[in-house]
């Protein structure tokens, strides 16, 4: 098998990738592979066989195979897939995941990458045996706005943070189908904030309080939430809010704010044509973004970008490392516990501390 890189990190082939799934992360992942000049699309491994082939159809795959999960091991067992992008339901994930890394390919997976904490252990002890990178999809982390905000409240621009709060409001409201299978508000949507926020503080909480409503009977249905609040409690004082919601009627509502003891930064809600029009009776903005798909679309290209450096050489360290994919697990699982139990929960040495 040729080498992927050069000694002036330069790619000297295309990074060969078998994407799995071709669900709401997967139709974003596949374009994104398609329109990556180093990368490669081999293999589609989906159950619908006709959904594929309409990609393969609409984008002129001509090179790419499709199979279902049953042939997954035809996949792994070809020489030129270098990496698999996992985008199956969340129940297939452990399974995908370890398979591939005995295979010798790396992986990027979207979250979570197990069911369980101790699995999610497992796949990363599996990547060390076999020196391959596992990649958990935190694709928030490599938005500009974020990203930019987050360089310049850790490199002291505000001083001393105090405060964060973070607001994410789902729009449209994710079909029921979807929802039997996403692990949860907490797991689904509140871990990628969780994430943000360690992120910029550089800490884990020592405490969470959650607090939830259920306004829509088919999700109370599924015995989850459909809006909540979370606070966190960090070592160095760090006060942290997160507000999230199902469904904002206005559109996908994502605002991010960091106040310190010399300043804030502020990320608001972003429109696809950012003009403003102002008139008679005032101002009027454009609508903001419809959904997660087109507000975080240069994150999910950046996130792949990152991971393709990373397994070709041109970068040594993988952004997301295991303990930041297990801490963000056991705490929106402490945030989740904290809702049903209605009391705060301690977190002490990266687990819950329940009384």
Same mark, same amino acid.
């Given at each position: 098998m040729d080498r992927i890189m050069a000694e002036n990190n330069v790619c000297e082939k295309q990074v060969g990738i078998a994407l799995f799934g071709l +669900? =709401?992360?997967g139709q974003i992942h596949i374009q994104n592979i398609i329109s990556n000049y180093r990368t490669a699309l081999k293999w589609i491994i989906e159950e619908d066989l006709d959904k594929a082939n309409k990609y393969i159809k609409k984008y002129f795959l001509g090179d790419t195979r499709v199979v279902s999960s049953e042939n997954? &091991?035809? $996949? @792994?067992?070809?020489? !030129?897939?270098?990496?698999?992008l996992v985008c199956t339901p969340t129940h297939t994930h452990e399974q995908i995941v370890r398979a591939s890394l005995k295979a010798g390919k790396s992986v990027f997976c979207e979250k979570p990458i197990a069911t369980t904490i101790e699995s999610t252990q497992s796949c990363y002890d599996d990547a060390e045996t076999y020196n391959k990178t596992l990649y958990c999809a935190f694709n928030r982390r490599f938005d500009p706005a974020v990203r930019n905000i !987050?360089? =310049?409240? =850790?490199? +002291?621009?505000?001083g001393q943070i105090q405060q964060i709060k973070m607001i994410s409001r789902d729009a449209p409201k994710p079909p029921i189908e979807y929802l039997k299978i996403s692990g949860g508000i907490f797991h689904d949507c509140g871990v990628h904030d969780i994430d943000v926020i360690c992120w910029i503080v550089g /800490? &884990?909480? /020592? &405490? $969470?309080? &959650?607090? +939830?409503? *259920?306004?829509d009977k088919n999700i109370a249905a599924l015995d989850d939430y459909d809006s909540i609040s979370i606070t966190m409690k960090f070592p160095s004082g760090v006060l942290a809010s997160i507000f999230l919601s199902r469904l904002a009627a206005y559109g996908y509502d994502q605002r991010l704010e960091v106040f310190g003891s010399e300043g804030m930064l502020m990320s608001n809600n972003m429109s696809p044509k950012e003009v403003v029009f102002h008139g008679p009776v005032g101002a009027v903005d454009e609508p903001i973004h419809p959904s997660?798909?087109?507000r975080y679309d240069q994150s999910y290209k950046q996130e792949l970008d990152h991971f393709i450096d990373v397994i *070709?050489?041109?970068v040594s360290t993988c952004e997301i490392s295991r303990r930041d994919t297990v801490q963000a697990s056991v705490i929106a699982e402490a945030c989740e516990q904290?809702?049903? @139990? +209605?009391?705060?929960?301690?977190?002490? /040495?990266?687990?819950?501390?329940l009384e």
């Open positions: +669900g =709401r992360a997954m &091991s035809q $996949v @792994l067992d070809d020489n !030129s897939v270098d990496a698999v !987050s360089k =310049r409240a =850790r490199a +002291g621009e505000i /800490e &884990s909480p /020592e &405490s $969470v309080y &959650s607090q +939830g409503h *259920t306004f997660f798909a087109q *070709t050489g041109v904290s809702c049903r @139990l +209605g009391k705060p929960i301690a977190i002490a /040495e990266g687990k819950m501390v």
